[in-house]
């Protein structure tokens, strides 16, 4: 009888699979929506009176629902670089020759795919089971969203058919189409809460929920179009590569196509810039790669992009709109920059309500004024630009502000050169707002919960008036907050303890002192070692580094020697903040001392974790090639840092080299 429901169970789930693959990679439903859910049903109902038999790649998880604690990071096994873009026929052909003349003129095939105007993802498949899903992140790390992406039914949760390799990671771009986002907005205005802007916006909202069954109601989807990390038999071009994908049971665009030269590759670009309103996705442009990944190989990458691909972006879209108001926003160091607000006008597939004005420069340049007429422009910004003035309402100039719009305090502009107002009041509740959400990113202090919303509630009830005030957040301010029980309580107040641990080097990027970001607040800690010894510290001393300049040194120098500053470190050290940093041991190389600067891509480290070995020596990593670079470290394909150090007769040594010299 047991056996019996065993095998019954495990015939749902292949049928469930199957008809999965006929809807999302065929696109040849066997069953209508009623008869696919009784089967989900009856699974389901199979799986809860005997709970022995569920399994986590049961299409059952997917509607599962549950409340994550938040998302953990994920590596990639593989770096996700971007993709450089191409805005021209005339650029695209620049890109074509220099795709020849890095393979000596070898006959090259083109596959040409729709660039998705979605989000990244990356999915890591382990003996044909998915086992991570991230986002992603910086390249090297993002995101660990794998119960979110269980929720998508076009992404398979264990692999079918034959030759599937040991270890494989898809990426591809996860998507919401054009009619469940105009569904899901609807829904929204309904009940009275704000709209999503465009699909994509949509998407990255849902893959960032907590609560997987919201997340399951959206109805993502999902198309593969490239290979990262792989173990098992070789793929001798990207086409196979995607036919085998559609075998194994993964989606893949259906309009990818193979062009024998670039002149192919542009009549598929322009068929499909006519053409893409018809699709039920939105597409900003064409991808193109190199077929065979033999000559992708030999082409290799920059240290952001692969040379063996591009992406061209289809033409600006523009439209004709008015001006209603112009907005003052502040930023986190107090810069104000202006925005339009518009009369809501429809541009590239969605509605426009706001447009970038960058800088009071380019108010005067434009000589913009609210009730103006303004051409605006789309081409993949998040925030569309104005273009000109169609027609001008009346006379004179947008006035510069003197004084903050939010908190109505001093507004300076440092230098005539410099085209930043800034604000400098530091208890500027804008500027707060922006800071803290800085001090608690992942980078930073890693206090996860402490998001946009919960920050702005805690500055308008001015619960937290600056960093410190954080750490004498309790329960019952915390019951004060909108959607706050005891269990989301708890998990940010240890958030918060948790991070009172962080390394100096991190509470210093977190402080966000201008000019200073992770590598420097990373040298600055290696340096003074406390927080005591940095608040002592002159100018002089900070002129020692070799990697602060004399603009981050002033900078320094004018926040640390703030009596604010002093206060609040003292306030940091009365919370129990770790304020010393574990200076790094040093194992003495050739490098001990030296400037040491890495141009092309490495084999055997990532950048991050060869720059880490250097700095346990001592060493100093540079950025840029000069006079004071001690040695060149190159992997593949260098670039032009190469070409100076051999000009300058730097010392040049290769990873093999470096690696043996490390030791």
Partial sequence: MVKDIEKQIQNLREQIQRHDYLYYVLSQPELSDKEYDDLMRKLKSLEDLYPQFKSEVSPTVRVSGGVLAGFKTARHRQKMLSLDNTY???????????VHKGLRSELVEYLAEHKIDGVSVNLTYIKAKLTVAATRGDGETGEDITQNIKTIRAIPLRLAGRDIPDLMEIRGEAYMSKSEFAALNREKEKAGEVLFANPRNATSGSLKLLDTSVVAKRKLRFFAHSLGGYKGTDIDTHLLYLEKLKAWGVCVNPHSKLC?????????????????????????????????????????????????????????????????????????????????????????????????LHNFDEIRRLNIRAGDTVLIERAGEVIPKVVKV?????????????????????????????????????????????????????????????????????????????????????????????????????????????????????????????????????????NFKTMDNLLAAKKEDFDKIYEVGPVMAQAIVDYFSAAATKKLMAEFKNAGLNLKEEVAKVKPTVFTGKAIVFTGELKEYTRSQAEGLVRKTAGIVSSGVSQNTDFVVTGENPGSKYDKAKKLGIKIINEKEFKELIK
């Avoid at 077929?291 to 591009?310: D, M």
């Avoid at 805690?458 to 005891?486: P, S």
């Avoid at 918060?496 to 210093?508: C, E, G, V």
Wanted: hydrophobic content about 40%; overall charge positive; some cysteine.
């Fill in 390 to 526: 169609v027609k001008h309402t009346g006379k004179g100039f947008f006035p510069i502000p003197q004084t903050c719009p939010v908190c109505h305090g001093k507004v300076i502009r440092e230098k005539v050169e410099d085209v930043a107002y800034r604000c400098i009041n530091s208890s500027c509740p804008a500027q707060l707002e922006r800071g803290l959400l800085h001090f608690a990113s992942r980078q930073a202090m890693d206090i996860q919960g402490l998001g946009e919303s919960l920050v702005a509630q805690l500055v308008q009830l001015k619960l937290v008036r600056n960093f410190a005030d954080i750490y004498k957040l309790k329960r019952e301010d915390l019951f004060k907050l909108e959607l706050f029980k005891d269990r989301k309580a708890d998990n940010l107040l240890s958030a918060i303890k948790k991070s009172t641990a962080q390394p100096l080097s991190r509470l210093i990027y977190a402080l966000g002192i201008r000019h200073v970001g992770e590598k420097a607040a990373y040298v600055l800690a290696q």
């Fill in 260 to 356: 024998k030269n670039l002149d192919e590759v542009i009549d598929y670009c322009n068929s499909w810039e006519k053409k893409r309103e018809k699709l039920d996705y939105q597409i900003d442009g064409i991808v193109i790669k190199i077929n065979s990944l033999t000559q992708q190989k030999k082409l290799g990458f920059t240290l952001k992009s692969p040379r063996w691909a591009v992406a061209y972006k289809f033409p600006a879209q523009q439209a004709t709109t008015v001006v209603l108001k112009i907005n003052l926003n502040v930023g986190r160091t107090g810069v104000i920059t202006p925005t339009a607000e518009l009369k809501p006008v429809a541009c590239a597939g969605v509605i426009i309500r706001h447009a970038t």
């Fill in 88 to 98: 021209s026929f005339e650029e695209l052909r620049d890109w074509d020759e220099r």
